[in-house]
């Protein structure tokens, strides 16, 4: 599966943004979707997670309350809401996608990856 990732960009703080990734060259509905992000100088950070049918979701403490993550299987489309966005939302914004599996978290075991998108939060 192909991902592209898009909706970036600037925003003050407290403000929202919609990112976006559409899938191509796969069966989109049979994919894990999850959200990480990285900003410079750290590590690679989870950010979301849904299941297949999207009846299961999962953040970390640092975003749950403000992002929100949904998929249109129809369209083939995982989307990331985020709200109140902060200064520490600061990133580059990756979508990746891997296969159902229940002995691993829905936090790891992703293999496609798309190209990212910036977010900037500013104070």
């Known amino acids: 599966v192909q991902l592209q990732a898009s909706g970036g960009g600037l925003v003050q703080t407290g403000g929202s943004l919609r990112l976006s990734c559409e899938a191509s060259?796969?069966?989109?509905?049979?994919?894990?979707m999850g959200w990480f992000r990285q900003s410079p100088g750290k590590e690679r950070e989870f950010v979301a997670a849904?299941?297949?049918?999207?009846?299961?979701?999962l953040y970390p403490d640092s975003v749950k309350g403000r992002f929100a993550i949904s998929r249109d299987n129809a369209k083939n489309t995982v989307h990331l809401q985020m709200d109140s966005l902060e200064p520490e939302d600061t990133a580059v914004y990756y979508c990746?996608?891997?296969?159902?599996?229940?002995?691993?978290?829905?936090?790891?075991?992703?293999?496609?990856w798309g190209q990212g998108t910036q977010v900037t939060v500013s104070s």
């Open positions: 990746a996608a891997r296969a159902p599996n229940p002995y691993t978290s829905l936090m790891r075991g992703y293999g496609f």
């Open positions: 060259r796969g069966s989109f509905s049979t994919y894990v």
């Open positions: 849904i299941t297949t049918s999207g009846g299961t979701t």
